[in-house]
T-cell receptor, first 114, second 117 residues
């Protein structure tokens, strides 16, 4: 069964710092890895999707990397802003165990201090 | 495009009551899924569909029924609500490219917060 772990569970940094969020998964037979942002009481907003054949994806100040062989992904946020405060979720797409869907980590709760 | 829409936003039920959570998408996506989000558990897959008339079970399907009569709609039914079904429910959709639902970028609705007393 696929398991996804996100470290740290919570992170608080001053505005302007660069930061890295970590995600690891146990089964490397994945189709892709997707990073989401979730604001309190809201739905999930897709940030970046990395297919299994790719190494990284970039969108603005965000860069996500994927090392499928080691079962790891990182989300790099450059020049953090208070508006980046949210919970960041990592999810892997696979059909492990017979169910075809995303397996989510529990998230990293990020606070950017003004 | 409205994207993925869900109704209602909030609902309170008594144990044993039934209800249907509605999900619709206007992106002509073939694939749709339901997840529930619980504190400390993350999001877990309930049911999914690869097209009209086709549904399958996810990780936590017990207590839930689904049907897919049109491409646009994918309702989730609770036949006899239980307190363990108190959760936030999210519907997601994705393009029908590739053999598997999880192969494609998933787009999520705003969620339905359900409380079962």
């Amino acid at each position: 069964k696929q398991e996804v772990t996100q470290i740290p569970a919570a992170l608080s940094v001053p505005e302007g710092e660069n930061l890295v969020l970590n995600c690891s998964f146990t089964d490397s037979a994945i189709y892709n890895l997707q990073w989401f942002r979730q604001d309190p009481g809201k739905g999930l907003t897709s940030l970046l999707l990395i297919q299994s054949s790719q190494r990284e994806q970039t969108s603005g100040r965000l860069n996500a990397s994927l090392d499928k062989s080691s079962g790891r992904s990182t989300l790099y946020i450059a020049a953090s802003q208070p508006g980046d405060s949210a919970t960041y979720l990592c999810a892997v797409g696979s059909s492990g165990g017979g169910a075809d869907g995303l397996t989510f980590g529990k998230g990293t709760h990020l606070i950017i201090q003004p | 495009n409205a994207g993925v829409t869900q109704t209602p936003k909030f609902q309170v039920l008594k144990t044993g009551q039934s209800m249907t959570l509605q999900c619709a998408q206007d992106m002509n996506h073939e694939y749709m899924s339901w997840y529930r989000q619980d504190p400390g558990m993350g999001l877990r897959l309930i049911h999914y569909s690869v097209g009209a008339g086709i549904t399958d079970q996810g990780e936590v399907p017990n207590g839930y029924n689904v049907s897919r009569s049109t491409t646009e709609d994918f309702p989730l039914r609770l036949l006899s609500a239980a307190p363990s079904q108190t959760s936030v429910y999210f519907c997601a959709s994705s393009r029908g490219q590739g053999a598997f639902v999880s192969y494609n970028e998933q787009f999520f609705g705003p969620g339905t917060r359900l409380t079962v007393l």
